[in-house]
Nanobody, 118 residues
Framework: QVQLVESGGGLVQAGGSLRLACVGSGSMFSVNDMGWYRQAPGKQRELVATITRGGFLNYADSVKGRFTISRDNARNTVQLQMNNLKPEDTAVYYC????????????WGVGTQVTVSS
């Protein structure tokens, strides 16, 4: 099993920045991909950014050029630097991990709220 704990959410004005962090514990040796998803009120959960163990990156079009995902395999952490935040970035952000032979992300944190005021 893998446990994920997020931190770093909060309230920020449009144009501001936040940095989210996620620490994993448990069977992290089995984790391949890690990433961030978000869910806004009344909307489905959506991919924000992912990173493989080898460092391959993937971003949603809506955050390209503004968000940066990074990972420290030795410390079992993944970060999301969010710059030039917009009100539409307001959501609960979830850390996710894909472990073992799973084809989808199968481990999730409880989420951290990000609110961007206009």
């Amino acid at each position: 099993q893998v446990q994920l704990v997020e931190s770093g959410g909060g309230l920020v004005q449009a144009g501001g920045s936040l940095r989210l962090a996620c620490v994993g514990s448990g069977s992290m040796f089995s984790v391949n991909d890690m990433g961030w998803y978000r869910q806004a009120p009344g909307k489905q959960r959506e991919l924000v950014a992912t990173i493989t163990r080898g460092g391959f990156l993937n971003y949603a079009d809506s955050v390209k050029g503004r968000f940066t995902i990074s990972r420290d395999n030795a410390r079992n952490t993944v970060q999301l630097q969010m710059n030039n935040l917009k009100p539409e970035d307001t959501a609960v952000y979830y850390c996710a991990a894909r472990g073992g032979t799973a084809t989808n992300y199968n481990y999730w944190g409880v989420g951290t709220q990000v609110t961007v005021s206009s």
